[in-house]
Nanobody
Framework: QVRLVESGGGLVQAGGSLRLSCAAS????????MGWFRQAPGKEREFVAA????????SYADSVKGRFTASRDNAKNMVLLQMNSLKPEDTAVYSC??????????????????WGQGTQVTVSS
């Protein structure tokens, strides 16, 4: 059974930083591309970042480029999202997603097979 569990969310002031973690189990993590998506109240889910199974390829939404960094530790079956210079518009529930056996870093949610429950990130102004 595949399980993705996010952690690290919380309340932070604008300009601050948070680091999200996603622990994966039940899949061949080193052969799995991972993505981060977010959904704010009343808005559609949107792509944030993705990282390929070896970490060589990363993709970022324009809105977070230069501020967020995705990384992974295949030995620990974890993917991380370092978020710096946070803005109030970054407030959302952040979820990680798994795309097994895909060698790239997809920006499309429909390509991901497994999803975590999400962790709330709130940025105050």
């Amino acid at each position: 059974q595949v399980r993705l569990v996010e952690s690290g969310g919380g309340l932070v002031q604008a300009g601050g930083s948070l680091r999200l973690s996603c622990a994966a189990s039940g899949l061949m993590f080193s052969n799995t591309a991972m993505g981060w998506f977010r959904q704010a109240p009343g808005k559609e889910r949107e792509f944030v970042a993705a990282i390929s199974w070896r970490g060589a390829i990363t993709s970022y939404a324009d809105s977070v480029k230069g501020r967020f960094t995705a990384s992974r530790d295949n030995a620990k079956n974890m993917v991380l999202l370092q978020m710096n210079s946070l803005k109030p518009e970054d407030t959302a529930v952040y979820s990680c997603a798994a795309d097994p056996y895909y060698s790239g870093a997809s920006t499309h949610p429909e390509t991901y097979d497994y999803w975590g429950q999400g962790t709330q990130v709130t940025v105050s102004s």
